[in-house]
Nanobody
Framework: VQLQASGGGLVQSGGSLRLSCLAS????????IRWFRQAPGKEREGVAC???????KYADSVKGRFTIARGGTRNSVSLQMNSLKPEDTAVYYC????????WGQGTEVTVFS
């Protein structure tokens, strides 16, 4: 499975972005998909995850602001990010796990105040 995250950018505090994780080589519907982020000088942290049966879980820091969802196609998962804060600034990565563990290249999100 090859993953590609996209949708990052520069946004003002309070704004929104929608990240996409697109897979090639396999559909994602049998994988647990997780979004992670890594801010400069910090460790990578989990942000949101969605199970194969659509159960979701969020880090406390993004709960109520971020929404993870499976896309209209079998090979995509999105992360809708609302009410963005400067502390959300990071490189965001998507991960697919089902037996194997697959990572995509990240997409950079910068939130300025």
């Amino acid at each position: 499975v090859q993953l590609q995250a996209s949708g990052g950018g520069l946004v003002q505090s309070g704004g929104s972005l929608r990240l996409s994780c697109l897979a090639s080589g396999s559909a994602l519907d049998l994988y647990a998909i997780r979004w992670f982020r890594q801010a400069p000088g910090k460790e990578r942290e989990g942000v949101a995850c969605i199970s194969f049966d659509h159960h979701t879980k969020y880090a406390d820091s993004v709960k109520g602001r971020f929404t993870i969802a499976r896309g209209g196609t079998r090979n995509s998962v999105s992360l809708q990010m609302n009410s963005l804060k400067p502390e959300d600034t990071a490189v965001y990565y998507c991960n697919a796990k089902s037996g194997g563990n697959y990572w995509g290249q990240g997409t950079e999100v910068t939130v300025f105040s």
